[in-house]
């Protein structure tokens, strides 16, 4: 681990398009902060210690490298913050809505994983997976951006079904904060 100012970075491996956390200590510390990463092989951890690496999502590792949390390193050499955007860019479409979004609702202090099985971008906890279930799902809609009343409507019975709020967030233009659309259902 390198340090920076006073505090320890992780060293995390680039590998494809996932980070890699080799070290099972420094993966459980990083996954006990605020829920980053899987274990891998262990779909849903009950305690945060595990002896097994930890994968991070390019969108987890953007901003983790971004918050100076973890340093990145690919062929034993390190990745700049720079080369790590650009490669998120390639393998998420509309990255940088979709981060805007993640880095907002991470800084609120909200834990955000990927939502692809509730099919949204991300899912949103309070508390974190394994403590509650993930109470929102989020869809990211890039400004301007239009929405069908029956995606909304396929949305909302989604989240319905399994039992979560259906938001819709928009990134704000230059220096606007993102917007919200928390829909809420109720039968007539």
Same mark, same amino acid.
């Given at each position: 681990?390198?340090?920076?100012?006073?505090?320890?970075?992780?060293?995390?491996?680039?590998?494809?398009?996932?980070?890699?956390?080799?070290?099972?200590?420094?993966?459980?510390?990083?996954?006990?902060?605020?829920?980053?990463?899987?274990?891998?092989?262990?779909?849903?951890?009950?305690?945060?210690?595990?002896?097994?690496?930890?994968?991070?999502?390019?969108?987890?590792?953007?901003?983790?490298?971004?918050?100076?949390?973890?340093?990145?390193?690919?062929?034993?050499?390190?990745?700049?913050?720079?080369?790590?955007?650009?490669? +998120?860019?390639?393998?998420?479409?509309? $990255?940088?809505?979709?981060?805007?979004?993640?880095? @907002?609702?991470?800084? *609120?202090? #909200? /834990?955000?994983?990927?939502?692809?099985?509730?099919?949204?971008?991300?899912?949103?906890?309070?508390?974190?997976?394994?403590?509650?279930?993930?109470?929102?799902?989020?869809?990211?809609?890039?400004?301007?951006?239009?929405?069908?009343?029956?995606?909304?409507?396929?949305?909302?019975?989604? +989240?319905?079904?399994?039992?979560?709020? $259906?938001?819709?967030?928009?990134?704000?233009?230059? @220096?606007?904060?993102? *917007?919200? #659309? /928390?829909?809420?259902?109720?039968?007539?």
């Amino acid at each position: 681990m390198s340090q920076t100012h006073g505090k320890q970075k992780i060293k995390v491996e680039l590998v494809d398009n996932f980070l890699i956390v080799w070290n099972p200590q420094e993966g459980s510390e990083l996954y006990k902060t605020a829920y980053y990463g899987k274990p891998l092989g262990i779909p849903k951890p009950k305690i945060p210690e595990f002896d097994v690496p930890l994968i991070l999502d390019l969108i987890e590792g953007v901003y983790l490298a971004e918050t100076k949390q973890i340093e990145v390193i690919e062929n034993k050499k390190a990745v700049s913050l720079k080369v790590l955007r650009e490669k +998120a860019m390639q393998l998420h479409e509309e $990255f940088k809505d979709k981060y805007t979004i993640y880095h @907002d609702l991470r800084d *609120k202090g #909200l /834990i955000v994983t990927p939502g692809i099985k509730f099919g949204c971008d991300f899912a949103v906890y309070k508390y974190g997976p394994g403590v509650e279930h993930a109470p929102y799902m989020v869809s990211v809609k890039p400004h301007g951006s239009t929405i069908s009343a029956t995606e909304i409507v396929k949305a909302g019975r989604l +989240a319905t079904t399994v039992r979560k709020r $259906f938001i819709i967030a928009v990134p704000g233009k230059k @220096d606007e904060k993102p *917007k919200y #659309l /928390i829909f809420k259902w109720f039968k007539a």
